[in-house]
């Protein structure tokens, strides 16, 4: 496995699916877990020893509300941990901020709110840097992307 796509309950679980569409288009192997930073702390410890043993690589963490999860993983871990704001309260803005406004040293990369498909290509890119066929698969995916677009743009828009 080398992804780990964390959240904190299961009414998150269809938000943080694109994570793992995205790491599937890349055949990245991963694993998903539903774990609270405030529920259930220690089992979240343990889990994150296990996914260091394990040589994971990334983690997504996808967190609402107080958004703590992100910045918690981050705080017990030197894997790259990318966080999701996801929308519970004021639009998702309280959580985007939480997230993004980590102290000096303990960052956490931060996606747009509710965008966990990013999250999933942000981790594409991380391991496209170690992985040769991860990286011939993202530039073959760009490539089809801006062509796509030309192609359906090439003749102007109509309203």
């Known amino acids: 496995m080398k992804v780990a796509i964390i959240f904190g309950s299961k009414s998150d679980k269809e938000i943080m699916k694109g994570a ?9 192997e991963y694993k998903a877990f539903i774990l609270s930073a405030h529920r ?6 343990e889990v994150l020893k296990e996914l260091e043993n394990q040589n994971c690589e990334c ?4 967190a609402g509300l107080a958004a703590h999860l992100p910045g918690v993983i981050a705080s ?17 803005l309280d959580s985007l901020l939480s997230i993004v406004q980590m102290p000096k040293s303990i960052p ?6 509710n965008n966990s498909y990013n999250a999933g290509m942000l981790a594409v890119q991380i391991l496209s ?3 040769p066929e991860i990286k011939d698969k993202l530039k073959e995916y760009r490539k089809n992307m801006k062509d796509k ?3 359906e743009n090439n003749e102007g828009v109509e309203f």
């Open 40 to 45: 259930v702390p220690e089992k979240l410890m």
């Open 108 to 113: 956490v990369a931060t996606v747009g709110i």
């Open 129 to 131: 840097n170690k992985y």
């Open 59 to 62: 983690i997504i963490a996808g």
């Open 76 to 92: 017990h871990t030197t894997l790259p941990v990318i966080g999701v704001p996801i929308n519970a309260a004021l639009n998702g």
């Open 149 to 151: 677009f030309i192609k």
């Open 20 to 28: 793992a569409d995205a790491l599937k288009e890349f055949s990245v």
